[in-house]
């Protein structure tokens, strides 16, 4: 079975520093998506970035970027330039890549931005 | 944009009651999701739905619960006998090939 794992249960940053968020994941399939999702007080669940496993490109969002290490199994998110709207509990999630295939949760990261 | 949406946004219902919260999917999204997480907790998977049938349920997702999508627009999880652990937030998602969009989530209080 697949797994995500999220090994910081919170991290905190000075605004307009950077940070990095850490996840690894488990499996054995070879092509799929993982993606970090943000989640404000609001409790929506937002999308931050994807990254597809047969792409070597490591993906960007604006002040967002992952390391996507493939071999490694580890799939970082770097913020930039943090920012006080950043503060929020990030997840990172992987599903395979059929259409209908659930997309698997890490116990998220709460992030702290100090001002 | 647009968006998923759930109804109603916090749910209080006794325990032993029946709920239904209700879901409208992106309109050319065909799988469907629903998720619960509890405070402070994991969000955790408990079904998968394409095709007018059930395609993937977790183990928390037994014989109390039930989805159905009745009219191509709305798609609904009911809880038939609410038991106190019922208390989270459930999640609504779909999904065209790629990520989930999920709603902004119904709180379900169990009292």
């Known amino acids: 079975a697949q797994t995500v794992t999220q090994s910081q249960p919170e991290m905190s940053v000075q605004e307009a520093e950077t940070v990095t968020l850490s996840c690894t994941y488990d499996?054995?399939?070879?092509?799929?998506?993982l993606f970090w999702y943000k989640q404000p007080p609001s409790r929506q669940m937002i999308l931050v970035i994807r990254?597809?496993?047969?792409?070597?490109q490591n993906a960007t969002e604006n002040r967002f970027s992952v390391n996507f290490q493939k071999a490694a199994k580890s799939f970082s998110l770097k913020i930039s330039d943090s920012q006080l709207g950043d503060a929020a509990m990030y997840f990172c999630?992987?599903?395979?890549?059929?259409?209908?295939?659930?997309?698997?949760f890490g116990k998220g990261t709460r992030l702290h931005i100090l001002p | 944009e647009p968006e998923v949406t759930q109804t109603p946004s916090h749910q209080v219902t006794q325990m032993g009651q029946e709920v239904i919260l209700r879901c409208v999917p992106i309109?050319?999204?065909?799988?469907f999701y629903w998720y619960r997480q509890i405070l402070g907790q994991k969000v955790e998977f408990l079904v998968s739905?394409?095709?007018?049938?059930?395609?993937?349920k977790s183990e928390i997702f037994d014989d109390q619960f039930s989805v159905e999508r009745p009219d191509g627009s709305n798609f609904t999880l009911k809880i038939r006998s609410t038991k106190l652990e019922d208390s989270a937030m459930y999640f609504c998602?779909?999904?065209?090939?790629?990520?989930?969009?999920f709603g902004q989530g119904t709180r379900l209080t169990v009292v």
């Open positions: 499996t054995s399939e070879s092509d799929y998506y």
């Open positions: 999630a992987y599903s395979q890549r059929n259409r209908d295939d659930k997309i698997i």
């Open positions: 309109s050319n999204h065909l799988y």
């Open positions: 998602a779909s999904r065209p090939n790629t990520e989930a969009f």
């Open positions: 990254q597809e496993a047969y792409k070597q």
């Open positions: 739905f394409y095709n007018n049938e059930i395609s993937e």
